[in-house]
T-cell receptor, first 112, second 119 residues
Framework: KNQVEQSPQSLIILEGKNCTLQ??????????LRWYKQDTGRGPVSLTIMTFSENTKSNGRYTATLDADTKQSSLHITASQLSDSASYIC???????????FGPGTSLSVIP | GAVVSQHPSWVICKSGTSVKIECRSLDFQATTMFWYRQFPKQSLMLMAT?????????EQGVEKDKFLINHASLTLSTLTVTSAHPEDSSFYICSARMGGGGFAKNIQYFGAGTRLSVL
């Protein structure tokens, strides 16, 4: 069964600290993995997109890693800001192209 | 980057009325658009997939007569919630996938969402 799991479910960190969010998936065959940030009451916004051959990709203070062998990905946030408070969703696409599986998301709260 | 516009962003309506939500791809042609529903603190749930010029494919448990989807052009899809009831109150999000071959075809670009409140 194609699944995407994320951990932790929620996380509270102090402003300025780093954090890492995890995503494990069983989608096969694999096409690509995306991390989205969703602010409360808004649509998801893409942070990173990685295909099978990519191990890491950065977008400002966000760095995503992918291990296609173990089917794991992580999203590392550096020097967190209050505006990083949001839900972070891992989305895995398989083949055929319509197979898109959403993770349940990690709710991040950055506090001063 | 590709932009998807969703309108309105928030709508309040009386029970029994119908509400139409628009999803537009502003700078690309979207052969496929998706409609999602999201309840508070839950993940997005796919409601239906629509391809331009053809009938939408609904996910199991989604009433196609209640949630009417029209994808008449490559840049516009609409979701109409007919005879809305309070239990239909939710956050509705659309996404659009551009045509063309390869990796780009697989990327979904999301709208900002529409919050529907049915009184």
């Amino acid at each position: 069964k194609n699944q995407v799991e994320q951990s932790p479910q929620s996380l509270i960190i102090l402003e300025g600290k780093n954090c890492t969010l995890q995503c494990n998936y069983t989608v096969s065959p694999f096409s690509n993995l995306r991390w989205y940030k969703q602010d409360t009451g808004r649509g998801p916004v893409s942070l990173t997109i990685m295909t099978f051959s990519e191990n890491t990709k950065s977008n400002g203070r966000y760095t995503a890693t992918l291990d296609a062998d173990t089917k794991q990905s992580s999203l590392h946030i550096t020097a967190s800001q209050l505006s990083d408070s949001a839900s972070y969703i891992c989305v895995v696409s398989g083949l055929p192209l319509d197979k898109v599986i959403f993770g349940p998301g990690t709710s991040l709260s950055v506090i001063p | 980057g590709a932009v998807v516009s969703q309108h309105p962003s928030w709508v309040i309506c009386k029970s029994g009325t119908s509400v139409k939500i628009e999803c537009r791809s502003l700078d690309f042609q979207a052969t496929t658009m998706f409609w999602y529903r999201q309840f508070p603190k839950q993940s997005l749930m796919l409601m239906a997939t629509s391809n331009e010029g053809s009938k939408a494919t609904y996910e199991q448990g989604v009433e196609k007569d209640k949630f009417l989807i029209n994808h008449a052009s490559l840049t516009l899809s609409t979701l109409t919630v007919t005879s809305a009831h309070p239990e239909d109150s939710s956050f509705y999000i659309c996404s659009a996938r551009m045509g063309g071959g390869g990796f780009a075809k697989n990327i979904q670009y999301f709208g900002a969402g529409t919050r529907l409140s049915v009184l």
